[in-house]
C-alpha cells in the first residue's frame, strides 16, 4: 500500500525514526559499554553482555493499541527494509537507517494448527511455527539478518570495512551467517567452523554454496566455539555466534510475530522452544518481557525449554528447585537427532538465569518451566507431525515431545494453547528420518524405530518382464504397452485399488 493510503492518525508512525540508544550491558558487573565497538564480553569481567534501549521508557509513551496498530499497518508496506524483522525497528534495532538493512526474507513465518488427529495425539491445541521457512531454512537467519545490518551500518559510517565474519555452528549458524555475508560482498567474507561430521549434508552444502571458507575440526561444537572465542580474541574478527548480542535482539523478533499472529492475546498461550546454546529462549523471553513492559501486550505466556536427555544442561541446573543452590555444570554431550542443540556448555546460560528471574518476576508467578525428553521421542514425534502435514525438523520434533513432557507434568493445562518452535526445516535433517526408516540408527542414539511409521520406497519391476526403459533407452510399441500394463496391475493390486 502507497504511504498517503495509510490512515492521518497512524502515519507519522509507519516510518520508524533512529535514535541512538542502545547500549551494551554486562550480565556480570552490569557496567555499560558503547555500541561503536564490536564487543562479544565485557572488556571489564569477560562475561555476556546484551543490548539495552536505555530509551526504552520513551517507547512507552506510545499506548499498546497504538503500536499494535503500527505493526497491523506496517503490513501492508512494500519497503523491504520493513518486511522481516524490522517491522518492530522501535524494539529491535532503533540504531539502524532504513538504508542499513539486510532484508533476504526473513521472518514473518506461518503458524499451522495441528490437525484434529495430531491435537488428540498430543493431548491439546497446538500449532507450530515453521522457522524453517526462512531463507537460510532455520531460525538463525533473524538473528544474522540483526548482526549483519548491524556491520553493513558500521561499514556505512567508515568504522569498519574488510570484514571477515567467523562463527563456530552446528549447521545452521553458519549455513545463515554464509548467506548473509556473501550479500554483502565485497566488504564482507565469512569463515565458519564446523565439527567434522556433525552436520548434515545440507547443512554442509549451505556455507560451500554461498562462498565462505568452511573448516571442519574435529571434536563437537563445544570444541569449535572455544577455538572461534580463542580467534575473536586474538584477532580482527567479527563473530557471529549468539554470544554476539545483536544476534539475540533480531531473534526476539520470534516473539513478536507470535504476539501479532495471535492478535496479541498472549493468554493460555504456551510457546516451546528446543535449547541448544541458548541464545533462542534468551531471545524469546526478553522479546515478550519487552512487549509486556510497552504494554503491547498484557499477559506474559507460559515458556517451555526443551533438552534432549543426551545434551541437557540446562534443564539439570533447573532440577534444583532452590535458587540458592543451583549450580551450572557444563555435560559431555552424546549423539542426538536434535543435532543443532547438542550443546554441553551454552553460552547463554548467564543470559538464561538473568532472563528466568525477570520472566518469573514480571508475571508473579513461575511461568518458565524446562523440561527433558528422550532422542526416542523426538524422532517419534517429528514422523508423526510430518505425517500430518507438517515440515517439523527433528528441533520441531523435540518441541512436540517437549509439549507432551510438559503436559504429563501438569505445565501446561489441558485448555492450554501451544506454539511449537521448529527452528529448521524437515529437509535439512532428512538422514535422521532415513536412518530410521532403514533402522539404521547407531547404539548410541539409542532410537529404534517404531514400524507404524517407518515408510520406504517400493521398487515395481515385474519379474516377467523382459524389457523395461532404462534413461536414454526408451521402450516402443507393444513392449512399453506391455510395461505400462504390468507395472500399473502391480500398483493397483498393492494399493489394492476397486476397477471403475
Ligand atoms: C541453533 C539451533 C537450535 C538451538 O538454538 P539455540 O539458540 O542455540 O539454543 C535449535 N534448532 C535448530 C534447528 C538450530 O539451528
Ligand atoms: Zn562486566
Avoid at 496479541?264 to 518481557?289: C, E, H, Q, R, W
Avoid at 513392449?479 to 476397486?498: G, N, P, W, Y
Wanted: hydrophobic share 40%; glycine share 8%.
Amino acid at each position: 500500500m502507497k504511504l498517503s493510503d495509510f490512515p492521518k492518525d497512524i502515519l507519522p508512525f509507519i516510518l520508524p525514526e533512529t535514535r541512538n540508544d542502545l547500549i551494551y550491558r554486562c550480565l556480570g558487573c552490569g557496567r555499560e559499554h558503547g555500541i561503536k565497538k564490536l564487543l562479544y564480553t565485557c572488556p571489564d569481567c569477560g562475561q555476556v553482555l546484551l543490548l539495552y534501549d536505555r530509551e526504552f521508557e520513551k517507547l512507552k509513551k506510545i499506548p499498546g493499541k497504538t503500536w499494535r496498530r503500527i505493526f497491523d499497518y506496517r503490513k501492508l508496506l512494500t519497503l523491504p527494509a520493513l518486511k522481516g524483522i524490522y517491522r518492530y525497528h522501535e524494539f529491535i534495532g532503533p540504531v539502524l537507517p532504513l538504508e542499513s538493512i539486510v532484508y533476504l526474507g526473513e521472518g514473518h513465518t506461518p503458524v499451522i494448527e495441528a490437525n484434529a488427529l495430531m491435537q488428540e495425539k498430543a493431548g491439546g491445541k497446538f500449532y507450530f511455527k515453521n522457522d524453517g521457512q526462512n531463507p537460510s531454512a532455520s531460525f538463525k537467519d533473524r538473528g544474522m539478518a540483526s548482526a549483519l545490518s548491524y556491520i553493513h551500518f558500521l561499514i556505512q559510517q567508515g568504522i569498519v570495512d574488510d570484514v571477515l565474519a567467523v562463527c563456530a555452528s552446528t549447521g545452521d549458524t553458519s549455513a545463515s551467517a554464509a548467506l548473509y555475508a556473501s550479500y554483502l560482498q565485497p566488504h564482507i567474507k565469512s569463515a565458519v567452523l564446523l565439527p567434522h561430521k556433525k552436520v548434515t549434508p545440507q547443512q554442509l552444502s549451505q556455507p560451500l554454496g554461498s562462498g565462505a571458507r568452511v573448516f571442519e575440526i574435529p571434536g563437537v561444537f563445544d570444541d569449535c566455539m572455544k577455538v572461534v572465542e580463542a580467534l575473536s580474541e586474538k584477532y580482527a574478527v567479527a563473530l557471529l555466534n549468539s554470544k554476539n548480542a545483536w544476534r539475540i535482539l533480531g531473534q526476539e523478533s520470534y516473539s513478536y510475530e507470535i504476539a501479532q499472529d495471535f492478535e496479541y492475546d498472549m493468554a493460555g498461550k504456551v510457546v516451546v522452544v528446543p535449547i541448544g546454546n541458548a541464545g533462542n529462549i534468551t531471545a524469546v523471553m526478553s522479546g515478550f518481557l519487552k512487549f509486556y513492559h510497552a504494554g503491547i501486550i498484557e499477559t506474559l505466556p507460559k515458556i517451555v525449554g526443551v533438552q534432549s536427555v543426551h545434551a541437557n544442561p540446562v534443564y539439570r541446573y533447573y532440577q534444583e528447585p532452590d535458587p540458592g543452590q543451583r549450580k551450572f555444570l557444563p555435560v559431555t554431550v552424546k549423539a542426538s537427532v536434535a543435532q543443532a542443540a547438542m550443546i554441553g556448555n551454552p553460552v547463554s546460560m548467564p543470559r538464561v538465569i538473568h532472563l528466568v528471574d525477570q520472566y518469573n518476576q514480571a508475571a508473579g508467578r513461575p511461568l518458565v518451566f524446562f523440561v527433558e525428553v528422550m532422542e526416542q521421542a523426538i524422532m517419534d514425534w517429528q514422523l508423526q507431525a510430518n505425517r500430518n502435514g507438517h515440515v517439523a525438523c527433528t528441533h520441531g520434533g523435540e518441541s512436540l515431545a517437549g509439549l507432551v513432557a510438559a503436559r504429563q507434568l501438569g505445565y501446561v493445562e489441558k485448555n492450554e494453547i501451544a506454539i511449537l518452535d521448529s527452528t529448521a526445516h524437515a529437509i535439512k535433517f532428512s538422514g535422521f528420518q532415513e536412518m530410521y526408516f532403514e533402522n539404521r540408527f547407531p547404539n548410541e542414539f539409542e532410537v529404534r524405530p517404531d514400524s507404524t511409521l517407518i515408510n520406504l520406497p517400493e521398487l515395481i519391476r515385474p519379474d516377467h518382464l523382459e524389457k523395461v526403459p532404462a534413461p536414454g533407452k526408451p521402450l516402443w510399441g507393444e513392449d512399453f504397452d506391455c510395461f505400462v500394463k504390468a507395472v500399473s496391475q502391480e500398483i493397483a493390486d498393492l494399493l489394492k485399488l476397486k476397477k471403475v
